[in-house]
Structures are given as C-alpha cells and as structure tokens.
C-alpha cells in the first residue's frame, strides 16, 4: 500500500493476564502494578487522509500487532521450525481478522484481546502525545476527545484509568474527573443482546488490573445511586456494571456510560428509546449526560463521486456552491415539477440503473430491465431489519402475478445484499431463502419478467457506490423502535429514491424534512409494537386473516422453493406464528398495501419524479458536516467554524 506508513517510533507494548502485585513505594504508601504474562507489540501505521478540496490532511493511524520475540531461536535450533513461529502466529492473530465469531470461547476471547489491543494502544499514544505536547495530564479533557463508537472500546475507561492512575502515579480522584471528561459514548443499538457482555472470568483472567478498576469504578457509581439518589435494590442492580443474573458478566454499555461525560443515540427516536429502556435507571441518575446527535452522510461520496450524473444535472440547475453547502440543495424544490428537469432527472436514473443491470448481469447471469422499478434493500442482514418481510411480500406477488395473467402489473427488479454476522444462524438462513426464491422466480416464464428477485453477493462501499444510485424505491422496513438510525435510508433519498418504510430511526426525521407526501410510511409504530409484546398477542391470527400471506408462507415451509430440503424453512416460518417477535406477520398487510401504494404512483410518471427530487432537494440536513459540527460544538468543545 503505497499510501500506508510504518510508524516504529510510535510501539507500544500490550500486556494480557499475569498477575497484579503491590508495591512498596519511598514514601511508605503502596501502589498497584500488573505484570503482564504475555506481551505484543502494537506498531503504528498511518494513511493521510485528504479534506474536501485538500485543504486539510488528517491522518488515519491503524495498529498491527507484532510479536516481542519474532522466533524463538532455541525452538528452531532444536528442530521445533513451527514452534519457533508460535508467537508470531499469536499476535498476527490479533489484527488479522477483525471480530471473529464469538460463538464459541476462544472466539470471545479473541474479541476481547482484539478490543483491548486497540484501545490500549490507541490510549498509549494519546497520552503520548499530550505529553509530549503540553507537560502535563491535568489539560486532557480541554485537549483530547475520545468518542466509543459502541461498547467495542469501552474497555477504554478502564484502562485509561489505569495508564493515569498506575503509570502516571495519579490519584483516583483526580483521575476519575478527567476520564470522564475526555470520554463520550455513542450508542448505537437497542438490543440488549448487541450491548456488549464479558464473562467475569475471562476478564480477571485476562485483563487483571482492568477488572479490579471496575470494580472500583463500581463501587463508587453503586454507592451514589444508593445514597444520593436514593435508588432500590432492583434500580441498583439495574445500573450495576456487573451483572448477578446467572453468570456473573461485566456490562460494557454501563462501563462505557458511567465513564463518559456525554452519551449520544444517533436519531431523535433512538436517544428517546434510550433514556426509556436500556438505560433507563442510568439516566435517572446522570439525567444531564444523554443527547441526540442524528446520523449524517458524506455528500462527497454518496452524491458527487458516486453519482456523476446527478451532481453535474444540480450543478447545471441551482450552481455549484451546493456542493460546499449541501443545503443549498433544497433550491431544487422549486424545480421538482419542471417537466423539463423531471425528464433529465429520470434519464440520469435511468443511467445509473443501466450500469446496475450490466453489473447484475455480469455477476449473476441475470438479465433485468432498466425500465422495471429497482426495489432495493441493502444492509446488514438482521431478523429486525425484516428482510423475511420483503422476501415473503415478493413470494406473495409472485402468485397474485401467476393468478392473474390479466392484471396490468407494474414490473419489479427487487434488489437485495448485505452481509450476516458468522454465527448469526436465522441471518444466513434469510440469505439462502431469498436465493432459493429467486431461482425459481427468475427462471418462471409465467410471470414474463414482471417480476425478478437477486441477492448481489459480497456487499461493500464500492458495490453500494453502484447499487444506491440506481434505486427508485429505498427499503427501510425496520420493526418500530429497534433501528437506531440507518444511514442507508438517507444516501438512497439523496440519490432520488422513494422511501418505503416504518416510523423507526432517522425515517421520522426524513418524514419532516421531505414531508408526508413524498415518502410511503406504513406499519406499528413503536408504542403499538411494545403494546402487542406485553399483551403477548398470537400472531397465528393475523395470518390466519391474511390469505396472502398465508400462502406465501405454506409455500416457503412445504419446500416449494427448496425442492432439495423441503423442512429447510419449516423452524423460520415456524417462528412467525409462534411468537413473531419482529412482527413480521402482524406489519405484512400494511406492508402489501404500501407496495401497491408504490406501483400507482410509479404509473404516475410526473408524480414520482417530483417526489424523487424533493427528496434529494430535503437531503441536506442529513449531512455528516451538520452531524459532526454538533459532536464538535455539544460534545467536544471544539471551535466550529462558519
């Protein structure tokens, strides 16, 4: 990589397991030191990154772990050549692959060490450089901002703690103040499975001296809640960063809350969410620290490099300063009944949809027309995210098609990609299932290319960069109050797609700017969703209700389309109508509804394309500049410029 250099100077060293031994200092007090068992190197490697326009480069520094010992020249003299080696296999282990599966304990394990490894060095180096700079700890939160993106670095909090307190000889209580104050936490789910969990065991084994942190850190936020805030046993052991229940396990989403200044959700719905359920107890205890910082995208990548076409068309028609100001981009409004720009606009998507079908074709040996309407969802494959919902809707039209040769239906290229988590079992399944599906889709000549279904492997930026461009309609069908944000929401509605989609996330906050008419909302909201849970509703009956559905999912589960392994999807579909805890079955009506909602106005030219447009022209305001200039001004204490 010819952009990527070696830093050596900047090595730190990385300890795991030993042991934690007092020591005896001149003055007669005791202090704490861990000794580690195993060393690694972190070793510095830095990208320069270009700024808009390039007037400013920022620099991108990533680690490799590297052994202490490279070989161990005993083992290998002695005939032992791998041995020799073992060391270098561990520590390349560390930073080879990045979060393994961690459904087996080696595999927990390996993330853990991966999460420390990064955070530890990156902390080292802060420290480092403040140092080096300033002369002294004292100044850090007014000079250094450290933002957890997730619970992945909350290990951060301990162990800045311990750089302070045991390198640097500081005293808890002046330590405590300035972790805090350097840390911020951005929160970004609601599941209470994605916030991380570490075996007690595993830590103290593992990072010996973070734990007893901890447990500090602990005792004094357990010892505030019960005497300042006068909280009960069970609020207690809601806020506790250990968690009793079972195996004992350490909660990094409290230790990453409890040691930041700020905790931020990423929409206005999410941050709400927040302060109501996971951290519910928390926040009444530190009801100053949570704030909302919606998601933001960068123009640069999602309009001007990604869509040519597009940019050059606005740049024509309201000049270019919008792309130095990406609001300016709401001037399009005026413009988006102009049968004249509505004419260039749909021949720029008609464009981009052309280089998708070459790409479809090329990768997939399928051939697709660029005159049906691309319905498109792209993401992470989860349970909520409710792919199941799409794929059993397309299963559903797909027989209305053959039942009714007659019906003038609008034709349909559904797009699907995204990647699963390794473990994530129903995830891969869900895959498999919308390419069994596709297969005998693709290849039925009764609905006569009405209808095509395809699952683009190998999703990535550089496929997005193709695929979101090319959308007329942006899946964001979420179950209500489990999205956090979505930012695959806002580069579809910036490329000109119209949004299909439940009120969760960042959607809500479109629905403002863009406005009612110009998105298809559909489905529970939040309440109604949290409503049918505690009422613990059968979910047999809204399929029972629904013959659509119905049948879309006998069909699934007797192995129509997967002739190879008729009870392949028997447990998937089993599960909708035992619990449904997505609402799958209970939002699939709506959803139905919606899609033919999307087919009349796709029928309507003029309409369609004044709504694509208004959606790109009310897109500004989801920028990455105004997110990050609020992280800057709310958060970090930055000074923002005009």
């Not at 990533?62 to 073992?86: C, M, R, T, Y």
């Not at 993401?379 to 409710?386: N, T």
Request: one cysteine or more; charged letters at 25%.
């Amino acid at each position: 990589n010819p952009w990527e250099f070696e830093r050596r100077e900047s090595t730190y060293e990385i300890g795991f397991g030993g042991q934690v031994v007092p020591v005896q200092e001149p003055d007669g007090s005791t202090r704490l030191e861990w000794r580690p068992a195993e060393h690694f190197l972190a070793v510095a490697f830095d990208t320069p990154i270009v700024g808009w326009r390039g007037a400013r480069v920022n620099t991108l520094r990533l680690w490799s772990a590297q052994p202490v010992d490279p070989i161990f020249l005993d083992k290998f003299n002695s005939g032992d050549h791998i041995g020799a080696l073992e060391e270098s296999a561990r520590a390349e282990a560390i930073t080879r692959v990045l979060y393994p599966a961690d459904s087996t304990p080696s595999g927990q394990e390996l993330r853990l060490r991966q999460e420390f490894f990064f955070s530890s060095a990156s902390l080292q180096d802060i420290v480092r450089r403040h140092l080096q700079q300033y002369g002294e700890l004292a100044s850090l939160p007014d000079k250094v901002a450290i933002q957890l993106n997730d619970t992945h670095p909350a290990i951060s909090v301990a162990e800045l703690m311990r750089i302070l307190i045991d390198i640097h000889g500081m005293k808890w209580a002046q330590a405590w103040p300035l972790v805090k104050g350097t840390v911020g936490y951005t929160n970004h789910t609601l599941l209470p499975e994605a916030l991380e969990t570490w075996p007690v065991a595993l830590m103290e084994r593992l990072l010996p001296r973070q734990m007893q942190i901890i447990y500090a850190i602990n005792a004094e936020v357990l010892a505030e809640a019960r005497t300042a805030a006068q909280f009960n046993d069970q609020q207690i052991a809601n806020v506790s960063l250990i968690d009793e229940g079972g195996s004992r396990r350490v909660r990094m989403g409290q230790l990453a809350f409890v040691g930041s200044h700020s905790i931020n959700g990423v929409s206005a719905l999410h941050t709400e969410l927040m302060k109501k359920t996971v951290f519910a107890d928390l926040h009444r205890l530190y009801p100053d620290r949570i704030n909302n910082k919606t998601n933001g995208v960068t123009p640069r990548r999602w309009l001007l490099e990604c869509n040519p076409g597009l940019s050059k068309l606005i740049t024509e028609r309201i000049g270019p300063d919008f792309q130095d100001n990406v609001d300016l981009m709401v001037q399009l409004d005026k413009h988006a009944d102009d049968p004249g720009f509505q004419q260039q606009f749909a021949a720029v998507k008609r464009a981009n949809k052309l280089r998708l079908t070459e790409l479809i074709k090329d990768r997939l040996s399928v051939t697709v027309s660029p005159d049906a309407l691309f319905d498109v969802q792209v993401k992470r494959i989860h349970e909520y995210k409710r792919q199941l919902l799409n794929i059993i809707e397309a299963v559903a039209q797909y027989q209305a098609i053959k039942s009714h040769p007659e019906v003038d239906w609008v034709p349909r290229v559904k797009v699907f990609a995204g990647k699963a988590a390794p473990s994530y079992w129903n995830a891969k399944l869900i895959i498999k299932l919308i390419n069994d599906v596709a297969q005998v889709i693709n290849n039925d000549p009764s609905v006569r290319e009405l209808l095509k279904v395809v699952f683009l492997p190998n999703y990535n930026v550089s496929l997005a960069e193709i695929v979101m461009p090319a959308a007329d309609l942006s899946e964001q069908i979420s179950t209500a109050g489990l999205e956090a944000s979505g930012t695959g929401n806002m580069k579809f509605a910036l490329n000109g797609a119209l949004t299909i989609g439940t009120l969760d996330g960042a959607n809500i906050e479109m629905l403002d700017a863009v406005g009612k008419d110009n998105m298809i909302i559909f489905g529970l909201t939040a309440e109604e969703v949290t409503a049918k849970r505690a009422r613990t509703e059968v979910p047999r009956n809204a399929i029972d209700n629904s013959p659509p559905l119905r049948e879309a999912l006998e069909m699934i589960a007797s192995g129509v389309f997967s002739p190879d392994d008729p009870n392949r999807y028997r447990d998937l579909v089993g599960g909708l109508y035992d619990h449904d805890w997505f609402m799958v079955a209970r939002d699939f009506d709506a959803y139905a509804e919606a899609q033919r909602e999307a087919d009349e106005l796709w029928r309507q030219n003029r309409k369609w394309y004044a709504m694509a447009i208004r959606n790109t022209a009310h897109m500004g305001w989801f920028s990455s500049d105004r997110t990050i200039r609020q992280y800057a001004g709310e958060i970090w204490n930055v000074p923002v410029e005009a």
